[in-house]
């Protein structure tokens, strides 16, 4: 069942890049059919998924010179991935619902990208797993630059080539541990068997986890990502900051962790505290949280603020994977999804309902246009977004941070001390942010009331509010019953830190 | 000396000889008056006939030998490529119908097919006279290719300096092949690197290293290897279309095929030797004692392909971020292709592993190359110009011409699931089973690097025909033979790369 969305996503681009040219409403039709269909069967899949551990879905040779197979599989994690696809998917097509530019070209690279995230959220041989990353950076650059806003083209060449270098270093870590292993086979749980020598994953490991974690968008790899999700359309800034970036975490904690889990042994010597590559890569999660957090603090465009914070918050993923425990990794997994639904309605909010009407995303403009009072749907679905983004209890944010910090409590505790000042400065730029774009003290001038009158901003969409209730629902869902995802997570990541993929 | 046997060993040679008299005639003869077009169509499809021929000959053809000595060799990965040759020559020809840039149009056709069969000849030759014959019979007809758009300053340049830099590059290896028949006492590949191995090659070593530089000069020139590059940007500028396509596709294909018998010939040098000799070689190539450490043929040629393919890659891909002509820019990006494939010969095992992948590369890169000079041709034809800015707004002015060049470039660059990306793979990987160490792994690194850097230049011209906006909205109007070719071409790159195991058995299994 999970399988067809991939296939559905890839059919729907290349119907998409045929239909007849000028019929908007058909292309946008078309695409939200397939990726609703597309989420029901993530849903369906996910159902089906309680109680069973890892499920083979296919297994057919692919390249058998090679021992490469098409195998495709789902445990825990990969279900909870593959429903936030399916969620993130649908609300990026109801947030681009005016895109009027070459629709069906931009719904087909859309569909595109969607079906290699999926594919690689259910791929379980590695190189299937590199063929659906290295799929989804090639859409990504089209969207954005075709079309993007702010310095499109750079930022969309950046973001091409930041993720086409991590994928170089993952490829060659790929064939480091083909050769190495002797196995001629690609399957994860193959090479996981094929107990690669210690000083061959404390090489490995470090090349192929960085090569994913700047796509996750990790510190200091991370520059791609603000100027990317700023430039990027708003759909395409949704899915970027909702899954591609959690194709870098994932990759991290299934390939990274579940092949070279000796990589993270400690060395034997340590300075300043770091002896162990997993020292090194927490250290590096910590400074992306609060420096992240700084600087979204001190921005002066709506969007960075929203970009920088997914670098805040991707760096708890990161330390959660870094802890190696039951829940600083379950939270991991948490934080992946509820950024993923987060981050979406952030950026949906920003870029969609506030500057397709007001037309800047300068704080300085946003605050003499009392957004508060003219766009009240807007004010209102912020405050909501806003307080789950700061990770307020009864949303999802909050179950994800607190087990990531009880995780990083039991391993190091200063690693909690650091990540909760990263905590406190996000409540201070959500607030600022919301504060200036919807908020602000100005009382409004006769003159200025006039003029208000004379332009009178459209009118809030349909998709619109059904995007926005879909998220918020989904994180508010998540957040007062945890256990929805939890039951899946939880028994995932056991296997995983109990025996790498095996 | 048994004609028969030689005249069946040499039956696609002979196939493509005698096409070339029948289009010669064809079109001197009974079609003097006939209108332009219909000339064209009826050499190229002569021409692809011919090919035809050729094709099922090399599937019937055997290996030649004289006095034990093995003069051509057939099957094998010398089918593949004489199969991979005629192929990529036919589709260069049904390029020609489209191109119109000469009205010699019988003689067009009758060089290319001279000079594929140049390419059939290096491709089986295990005896340096023929391997010198048949280049010189490929080289004389690409200079002849280069030169024949005559209206064109351009292609005349290019003609010139490929011409001048070519028989400087011929001229050093048939140095190179003298000394290497004064030092071995033969013509025969095997019984040289025997030779080197067990005879008096230990006293002349230096004599050798300069043997083995010569002619790594030469045929580093046809192969466009850095620092014998210089005459590529030129020559795949100035070029007609379809000329550019063969000298990008068929010739890599047969100088190729030329270093993979090398290699084979030096890796496989002890196979049907009696024991004795073979350990009296491996002692000797060991070095014992205070003698010194000698390897014969494999170690200088490593190390000389290993900078070769270093350079290459390294400057190619450097160079093609700055052009602003696509064509140089295939140009350089065919020099760095190159090496990656001088990577694989570099670390060339003992198994099939390398021979499979240095031909899988080769020819999914053959394939690729004609159909991008394809798309280049057509757009240079419609605008007079192939800078990247030509194809500005090509998505609105053909979308499937855009299209097909997206999956080409795409491919080129290497990202999956296209044919480019599993030949480099399978290169890739096939380097790493050779060879344990840091060295071979290194390499590898850097060529993933590399390939990671040519993504930007592929997206530069991708970016100019979907993200720009057009100059001109014109429709681009293309031959319908010219792009019944170009969406083959595309849908065989995107079909092998989501099913590498098609390409791979039939290789494997010629």
Redesign the interface.
């Known amino acids: 069942m999970l399988a067809w969305t991939i296939y559905l996503s890839f059919a729907g681009a290349l119907i998409e890049?045929v239909l007849p040219k000028g019929k908007a409403g058909l292309a946008r039709w078309f695409a939200l059919t397939i990726a609703v269909l597309g989420l029901l069967h993530a849903v369906g899949g996910y159902v089906q998924g309680f109680g069973q551990g890892r499920v083979t879905i296919i297994d057919a040779?692919?390249?058998?010179?090679?021992g490469i197979h098409y195998l495709l599989a789902a445990d825990g994690i990969s279900r909870v991935l593959v429903l936030l696809t399916g969620l993130a998917a649908v609300a990026g097509i109801l947030f681009s619902w005016n895109v009027e530019h070459r629709t069906n070209?931009f719904f087909a690279f859309y569909l595109a990208l969607i079906g290699g995230v999926y594919g690689v959220f259910l791929s379980y041989d590695l190189f299937l797993l590199?063929?659906f990353y290295?799929?989804a950076?090639?859409p990504k650059?089209?969207l954005i630059?075709?079309w993007g806003s702010t310095r499109r083209?750079y930022g969309a060449?950046k973001l091409?080539?930041y993720s086409?270098?991590g994928?170089?270093m993952v490829?060659?870590g790929l064939?480091?541990a083909?050769?190495a292993s002797g196995s001629h086979s690609t399957s994860l749980v193959a090479l996981a068997h094929a107990g690669l020598p210690v000083s061959f994953q404390m090489w490995c490991f470090p090349l192929v986890f960085t090569g994913f974690a700047i796509l996750a968008g990790m510190w200091p790899f991370h520059t791609w990502a603000p100027t990317g999700h700023v430039a990027a359309p708003t759909a395409a800034s949704m899915l970027l900051a909702g899954v591609v970036m959690k194709l870098g975490a994932y990759g991290c904690l299934r390939v990274g962790i579940g092949l070279f889990p000796h990589g993270l042994d400690p060395w034997g010597v340590s300075y300043l505290g770091i002896g162990s590559w997993r020292d090194v890569f927490a250290l590096l999660a910590v400074i992306g949280i609060v420096y992240g957090a700084l600087v979204a603090l001190a921005q002066t465009d709506f969007k960075f603020v929203i970009g920088y914070s997914s670098v805040s918050h991707m760096g708890f993923v990161l330390l959660g994977l870094m802890t190696l425990n039951q829940i600083g990794v379950t939270g991991a997994v948490m934080q992946m999804f509820s950024h993923g639904i987060i981050a979406g309605l952030l950026f949906a909010i920003v870029g969609r309902v506030v500057y397709d009407r007001t037309h800047t995303r300068q704080f300085a403009e946003l605050e003499t246009m009392h957004l508060a009072r003219r766009l009240p749907f807007a004010a209102w679905a912020f405050v909501i977004a806003g307080t789950a983004s700061m990770g307020l209890p009864g949303f999802s944010g909050f179950v994800a941070e607190l087990q990531i910090l009880i995780g990083a409590w039991m391993a190091r505790p200063w690693w909690t001390v650091a990540a909760g000042v990263g905590i406190v400065i996000g409540v201070a730029y959500t607030w600022r942010a919301l504060q200036k774009a919807f908020f602000s003290d100005a009382v409004p001038t006769a003159h200025e009331l006039e003029a208000e009158h004379g332009h009178k901003f459209a009118a809030i969409t349909w998709p619109e509010i059904t995007g926005v209730t879909l998220l918020a629902g989904t994180s508010l869902l998540v957040g007062l019953y945890p256990r929805l995802l939890l039951d899946q997570i939880e028994p995932a990541v056991k296997a995983l830190l109990a025996g790498g993929v095996q | 000396m048994n004609y028969i046997d030689l005249f069946r060993a040499t039956l696609p040679e002979t196939a493509l000889e005698v096409a070339v008299l029948v289009v010669v005639i064809a079109d001197l003869a009974f079609l003097r008056k006939a209108a332009l077009q219909t000339r064209v169509a009826v050499a190229a499809l002569l021409g692809v006939a011919g090919c035809a021929a050729s094709l099922w000959a090399v599937t019937a053809t055997g290996p030649y030998a004289l006095g034990g000595d093995l003069i051509l060799t057939a099957g094998g990965a010398t089918g593949v490529a004489q199969a991979g040759i005629l192929v990529l020559t036919a589709l260069t020809l049904l390029l020609f119908i489209g191109a119109g840039f000469t009205r010699n149009v019988g003689e067009y056709v009758a060089v290319v097919l001279m000079a594929a069969a140049g390419g059939l000849l290096i491709a089986a030759a295990q005896d340096l006279l023929v391997i010198f014959i048949g280049l010189e019979l490929l080289s004389l007809s690409l200079y002849i290719m280069t030169a024949f758009a005559k209206h064109s300053d351009k292609s005349a340049e290019a003609a010139m300096k490929y011409y001048l830099f070519g028989g400087m590059s011929a001229a050093f290896l048939l140095f190179g092949f003298s000394y290497l028949y004064g030092i071995t006492g033969s013509t025969n590949l095997h019984q040289i690197q025997l030779a080197i191995y067990t005879q008096n090659a230990m006293n002349a070593a230096p004599m050798l290293y300069v043997a083995i530089v010569l002619i790594a000069a030469g045929l580093g020139f046809k192969v466009a290897a850095v620092p014998f590059h210089l005459w590529a940007p030129d020559t795949y500028e100035g070029a007609p279309t379809p000329a550019a396509a063969f000298i990008a596709s068929v010739s890599k294909v047969a100088s190729f095929a030329l270093l993979i018998s090398i290699a084979a010939s030096a890796s496989h040098v002890f196979d049907g030797q009696s024991v004795a000799s073979s350990v009296t070689a491996q002692v000797i190539a060991a070095g014992t004692g205070s003698r010194p450490v000698y390897l014969g043929f494999s170690a200088p040629w490593t190390l000389i392909l290993v900078v070769f393919a270093t350079a290459s890659m390294v400057l190619g891909n450097l160079a093609a971020l700055a052009q602003t002509s696509v064509r140089r820019l295939l140009a350089y990006s065919a020099i760095a292709h190159a090496g990656y494939m001088l990577l694989g010969l570099a670390f060339f095992t003992k198994t099939p592993v390398s021979t499979d992948a240095i031909l899988y590369y080769i020819l999914s890169y053959g394939l690729t190359a004609i159909g991008a000079f394809g798309v280049v041709g057509v757009v240079e034809r419609a605008s007079g110009s192939d800078k990247l800015d030509a194809f500005l707004g090509l998505h609105k002015r053909n979308p499937l011409l855009a299209g097909v060049l997206l999956v080409l470039f795409l491919s080129l660059a290497g990202i999956p699931p296209l044919v480019g990306f599993w030949a480099k793979f399978n290169l890739f990987a096939a380097v790493l089973s050779d060879a344990a160490g840091p060295v071979p792994f290194l390499l590898v690194a850097l060529a993933v690097a590399m390939s990671a850097v040519s993504l930007y230049y592929y997206l530069q011209v991708l970016k100019r025909a979907y993200v720009m906006n057009a100059a001109d909205d014109a429709p681009l109007h293309v031959h319908p033979v010219t792009m019944a070719v170009l969406v083959a071409i595309a849908a065989a790159v995107v079909v092998l790369g989501c099913f590498p195991a098609l390409l791979q058995s039939w290789i494997a299994g010629f």
């Not at chain 1, 040779?61 to 090679?66: D, E, F, K």
């Open positions: 890049a040779q692919w390249v058998p010179a090679m070209e590199f063929v290295e799929i950076i090639v650059y089209f630059a075709i083209e060449m091409a080539l086409f270098v994928s170089a490829l060659i064939l480091a083909y050769t």
